[in-house]
């Protein structure tokens, strides 16, 4: 069975079906929602942590 990664997936649902060849352009704006969602995904970690920290005291 075929399987498909996280990146893969955001990759297929952000980008032209039409596009042969990614542009420099299009790369970059995929690598920067990339970091971005990165950065969020640590951020909601680091406060799901503080609060359970916070819930144990």
Same mark, same amino acid.
């Given at each position: 069975? !075929?399987?498909i990664n !996280?990146?893969?997936a955001e990759d297929t649902l952000y980008d032209s079906p039409f596009e042969t060849v990614q542009s420099? #352009?299009?790369h970059s704006a995929i690598a @920067? #929602?990339?970091a971005i @969602?990165?950065?969020i995904d640590?951020?909601?970690e680091q406060r799901e942590l503080r @609060?359970?920290?916070e819930d144990s005291y």
């Open positions: 069975m !075929y399987e !996280y990146n893969q420099t #352009r299009s @920067k #929602r990339r @969602k990165a950065r640590q951020i909601n @609060k359970l920290i």
